[in-house]
């Protein structure tokens, strides 16, 4: 999970709140989402909503971490995941936040169904938590384990989100290795750094021992 710092509620929210929130209030228990659907597009999420989700996540879900995209159509075909309003109180049991700017958090498609209408017990809200990529990590094995002492707080998370279903795994194992590969390509190229010595002093012996095998190996075919 990242930090992600919350922006500027858009107009709509600062002006007509109170509004959405009385007729929210009519509805309750009704059919929520069709009475907060505007012009074609849920109320509280609209363009001017996606806009600023973008500049709030700059399309990194703050949930699985994955890459999203803002398109519905096209990229959806692809399978691509794409920005979605969360509601941190479902929609479902607090009718009355659906328009609440602070009750709305942007995540992937996926991480929005995953974790459909069910409440989470302290959740853990990635836009007040500065720290919140330090109450977990990423194990070898691309599962997303608790820090120590966090286990409690975070436990609730991983399972309402599904965060180490098989899928994210091999997500995560893939994005492992691509930053592998990178790092690696990066010492190469930065052999003097600090942090690259020791590593390709271990690679050089390694190399070294390959050679010399192969200049002793050579040496003996030529005495035969
Ligand atoms: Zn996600």
Partial sequence: MIFIKRKKAPQKFRYNSK????EVKKYKGNDIKTDVYDNGHYAYFDKSVKDVFIKMTNYRC???CRKMYDSCIKDNENGFLIITAEHIKPEKYYPE???SWKNL???CNECNNKRDSKIINNYLNPTLIRN????SYCNYKGEIVPSVGKELLIKNMIDSYLLNDRKLIINRMCF???????YFNLL???EDGDESIVFLDIYRDELKKKRLKEKLKWKVDLLE
């Fill in 132 to 135: 919140i990529n330090e109450y």
């Fill in 97 to 99: 936040l659906i328009m």
């Fill in 188 to 190: 190469v190229a930065l």
């Fill in 105 to 107: 958090l942007p995540c």
């Fill in 176 to 182: 492992k290795n691509e930053v592998m590969n990178d």
């Fill in 19 to 22: 509004k959405y929130k009385m």
């Fill in 62 to 64: 703050p949930i699985c």
